[in-house]
């Protein structure tokens, strides 16, 4: 089974530097993902989605990388800034499978990694 | 940009009592959620509502709990008699149409169960 417990995974990037963080996600159905950042005391703030027909999506200054081989998903930050401080979460989506409501669905988080930028 | 807001913004209660925790959506969505997050651990879902009424809801969302939408604008979670382990932040959440994943959070309300 997963651990869980207070320490989260950690990432410290000197201020200017690309950071990659990492996710695995955990059901080979899920058809969308996306990544959330959550600064302290506040809810989790959308950065970036993906489709599981693409590979690949960029946005301003953050890339994600989807691998359906291997069930692992990505977010660079290109040029890493003290403001992207913040824990991320993945998370993943099952929208078309054979109990999907059609409409509803819910997303399952990941653990999340803390990302600390020094300056 | 609209947003969801959430009140209070943090709880304390005493174990055994009830609840209530008020969100107000971003206006023309459709769907609401119910997260919470335990201090230090992952965000789960608790329950989606749409059309006034429950669409799917997680194991954590048993019969102590109860959401409602009283009005076109408010959407509550009551937890009927805390317990302990109730004690986390929970969010609020929505989204506009059944074509996007994305959802909108609110800055969560810090529930204290003493």
């Known amino acids: 089974g997963e651990s869980v417990g207070l320490h989260l995974p950690t990432l410290s990037v000197q201020e200017g530097d690309n950071s990659i963080i990492n996710c695995a996600y955990s059901?080979?159905?899920?058809?969308?993902f996306i990544w959330y950042k959550q600064e302290s005391g506040k809810g989790p703030q959308f950065i970036i989605d993906i489709r599981s027909n693409m590979d690949k999506r960029q946005g301003q200054r953050v890339t994600v990388l989807l691998n359906k081989t291997v069930k692992h998903l990505s977010l660079q930050i290109a040029a890493t800034q003290p403001g992207d401080s913040a824990v991320y979460f993945c998370a993943e989506n099952i929208r078309f499978g054979p109990n999907y409501g059609g409409s509803q669905g819910n997303l399952i988080f990941g653990k999340g990694t803390k990302l600390s930028v020094k300056p | 940009e609209p947003e969801v807001t959430q009140t209070p913004s943090h709880q304390v209660t005493q174990m055994g009592q009830e609840v209530i925790l008020r969100c107000v959506p971003i206006s023309n969505h459709l769907y609401f959620y119910w997260y919470r997050q335990i201090l230090g651990q992952k965000v789960e879902f608790l329950v989606s509502f749409y059309n006034n009424e429950i669409s799917e809801k997680s194991e954590i969302f048993d019969d102590q709990f109860s959401v409602e939408r009283p009005d076109g604008s408010n959407f509550t979670l009551k937890i009927r008699s805390t317990k302990l382990e109730d004690s986390a932040m929970y969010f609020c959440?929505?989204?506009?149409?059944?074509?996007?994943?994305?959802?909108?959070f609110g800055s969560g309300t810090q529930l204290s169960v003493l």
């Open positions: 959440a929505s989204k506009g149409t059944a074509n996007t994943e994305k959802l909108f």
């Open positions: 059901n080979s159905a899920s058809d969308y």
